[in-house]
Nanobody, 124 residues
């Protein structure tokens, strides 16, 4: 069983920055990849970024490439999402998730545990 708890969301003006954190329970955090997704009101949950178990490989949605950076600290069982140059269209609930053994890396079905989400609101 894995528990994921996100934090760091809030209200920020366009052009600003936020750093999200996701703390994971369990002793095997360093053995699996992690991802961030987001869900805007009335829309489906979509992929934002993912990072390999070692942190040596990362993947991003085109919409955030160059602005967001995913990282992890395996000693702290934590994955981060640094978000810079935020835009109003980045407004959403952000979820971290643990990569599962099946499904696609950039799809909802590729993850088997999810956090409760943290709200990010970007004002124009």
């Amino acid at each position: 069983q894995v528990q994921l708890v996100e934090s760091g969301g809030g209200l920020v003006q366009a052009g600003g920055s936020l750093r999200l954190s996701c703390a994971a329970s369990g002793r095997t955090f360093s053995s699996y990849a992690m991802g961030w997704f987001r869900q805007a009101p009335g829309k489906e949950r979509v992929f934002v970024a993912a990072i390999s178990w070692s942190g040596g490989a990362t993947w991003y949605a085109d919409s955030v490439k160059g602005r967001f950076t995913i990282s992890r600290d395996n000693a702290k069982n934590t994955v981060y999402l640094q978000m810079n140059s935020l835009k109003p269209e980045d407004t959403a609930v952000y979820y971290c998730a643990k990569r599962g053994t099946t499904g696609q890396l950039k799809a909802f079905n590729g993850y088997d545990y999810w956090g409760q989400g943290t709200q990010v609101t970007v004002s124009s």
